[in-house]
């Protein structure tokens, strides 16, 4: 199957700086990419959307100017956490659908990265 | 969107049938249903999906009602590597975009 990796896999960092997330679709192209967010013992909250070329969609409740997407290719994403605090420490993981080399995506599975997983002191 | 309800928490013998199951009593007609699994700290990992017809592949079989309202997630002889979150899914389409939206899904503990 595809195969989406993210860079890195877990980072430390002091509370007010920033961080950066890569995430790479590694043998196919992506005009769509997912941002999630998974606390400790809870289920994955989708942040935003990456759109190649055009500015993310960001969910209700996620502030798109502490959370900065950047979709510059069709292979890669990037997630900077800005002014990072010990709240944003979570596991944060992005995907990417399969088939989405178009303009219409077609409705094929999901393939996720392993996700980074962030701790801000 | 249509949402999903799974128990929290499941337990299975190893080597024995798990029977994951999911309600999605809200589902329209154009909605499949997907399932994934997270093993600890990594990302989830597609499993199989189906819209109203029964689905097999080298993972799993999906069960879905002829009503739709409900589906299981058969794993046929379950290791202890099938240790994991379960998540039945609901697909919504926003503007020709995927998305998928996750609940709280099925603990399942596989044990000796």
């Known amino acids: 199957g595809a195969v989406v990796s993210q860079h890195p896999s877990w980072v430390i960092c002091k509370s007010g700086t920033s961080v950066k997330i890569e995430c790479r679709s590694l043998?196919?192209?992506?005009?769509?990419m997912f941002w999630y967010r998974q606390f400790p013992k809870q289920s994955l909250m989708l942040m935003a959307t990456?759109?190649?070329?055009?500015?993310?969609?960001?969910e209700q409740g996620v502030e798109k100017d502490k959370f900065l997407i950047n979709h510059a290719s069709l292979t890669l994403s990037t997630l900077t956490v800005t002014s990072a605090h010990p709240e944003d420490s979570s596991f944060y993981i992005c995907?990417?659908?399969?088939?989405?080399?178009?303009?219409?995506?077609?409705?094929?599975?999901?393939?996720f990265g392993p996700g980074t997983r962030l701790t801000v002191l | 969107d249509a949402k999903t309800t799974q128990p929290p928490s499941m337990d299975c013998a190893e080597g024995r049938a798990a029977n994951l199951p999911c309600n999605h009593s809200?589902?329209?007609?154009?909605?499949?249903v997907y399932w994934y699994r997270q093993i600890h700290s990594q990302g989830p990992q597609y499993i199989i999906h189906?819209?109203?017809n029964n689905e097999t592949n080298e993972m799993a079989s999906l069960i879905i009602t002829e009503d739709r309202k409900s589906s299981t997630l058969i794993l046929p002889h379950a290791t202890l590597r099938d240790t994991a979150v379960y998540y039945c899914?609901?697909?919504?389409?926003?503007?020709?975009?995927?998305?998928?939206?996750f609940g709280t899904g099925t603990r399942l503990l596989v044990s000796p």
């Open positions: 995907s990417a659908p399969a088939g989405t080399s178009g303009i219409r995506p077609s409705y094929n599975e999901q393939f």
């Open positions: 043998d196919f192209q992506a005009t769509t």
């Open positions: 990456s759109n190649e070329g055009s500015k993310a969609t960001y």
């Open positions: 809200t589902i329209s007609g154009n909605e499949y």
């Open positions: 189906g819209l109203k």
């Open positions: 899914i609901v697909r919504v389409a926003v503007s020709g975009f995927q998305k998928l939206v």
